[in-house]
């Protein structure tokens, strides 16, 4: 069959759905990727992948853009001629799904979280779900990432009676493997995000200034892009050592590896917290909200630790709790998150559910 990916980011892509694009084509489908230009295209096109540029501006709600965008799968479907369309994120989702209907081409929809314009209600909200609903309407198979967000859609009528629940993207179980647990004096945390207000940075920083000054022997590592908002304030405080901030990076894994613990305090509507299984996998105890997307990666208590959102005093306290654990119970933490993402949240899981959806449909 022919199969054409509408995604908004090829970054993402390689990161997290890799391995299904992979499968997919070893399965002998020819898989065309719609995606705005990336240097990294050439890692899909090495794998038999046909990329395609498509520019996407991902936070625009300027409507001739959109237009232009619906254009362009117009376009790019006619010359395609897909059997099965798989889409990823909100515009591609909505507006490919508009040009499926249109052509009566099957669509496979990845709901990767719902994001603040469908959660937060306001006008842009009634234009979303109005969206929601013309563009999913006729989808064949509609995965979503987590209970909560597939009970709002259903509640809302948003999507067909045709959902079905994975466990987020996964994680490659052998790219994020069991790392040694560190054994120093010096306890160290991690928050690892786009450093934004909903990713929950206010409450780390929080509890970096509490805990430095009643544990002098913990540091507290930032790893993000940072926004303009918070630039000031995160250079005052890596200047007096409160925190360490590290910037961006296009690997995880080392930083992963020198600290003891994740604290990942959002409170943005996610899908399933990348960050959090990758770190699982490591071998790293969690601390996280109660947030559908994160609550889900942790058994409280046994893998690590869940806070309630905005709610620094809580993150202290169990940060606090975190860090009176000895070195053994910290470590054993975290090989039963190890072992919570071996058997729920392994990405072979997601390559599985995709390749049976786009079998159903050329059955």
Known sequence: MRILLLANNVAGLISFRFEVVKAIIEQGHFTTISAPFDKRMNELEAIGAKCVTTEIDR???????????????????????????????????V?????????GIPQIVNITGLGTAVEKTSRIQKIVFL????GLRKSRRIFFQNEENKRFCEMHNLTPDCGSIIPGSGVNLIRF????????????????????KQKGIEQYLDTAIAIREEYPNTEFHILGYCEDAYQEKLKKLNNN????????????????????CIV????????????????????R??????????????????????????NSEDLIGKVRKFLDLSFEEKKNMGIAARKK??????????????LEAIDSIGS
């Open 59 to 93: 936070r625009s709600t300027n409507p001739v853009k959109d237009f232009m965008l619906i254009c362009h799968y117009v376009n790019l479907i006619r010359k395609e001629k897909p059997d099965v369309v798989l889409s990823y994120t909100i515009k591609p989702n």
């Open 95 to 103: 507006y490919g799904g508009m040009v499926c209907r249109l052509y």
């Open 131 to 134: 969206l929601y609903k013309i």
């Open 177 to 196: 493997q069991l790392m040694d647990y560190p054994n120093d004096d010096t306890v160290k945390f991690i928050f690892i995000s786009r450093i934004m």
């Open 241 to 260: 050592k409160t925190i360490i901030y590290h910037g961006m990076t296009s690997d995880v894994r080392p930083f992963i590896a020198n600290v003891h």
């Open 264 to 283: 990942h305090p959002t409170y943005y509507p996610e899908g399933m917290s990348n960050v959090l299984l990758e770190s699982c996998a490591s071998g």
């Open 285 to 310: 105890p969690v601390i996280t909200t109660n947030r559908s997307g994160c609550k889900e990666i942790v058994d409280d208590g046994v893998n690590g630790f869940i806070v309630e959102q905005q």
């Open 341 to 354: 993402v071996e058997k729920q949240f392994d990405r072979n899981i997601i390559v599985k559910a995709y």
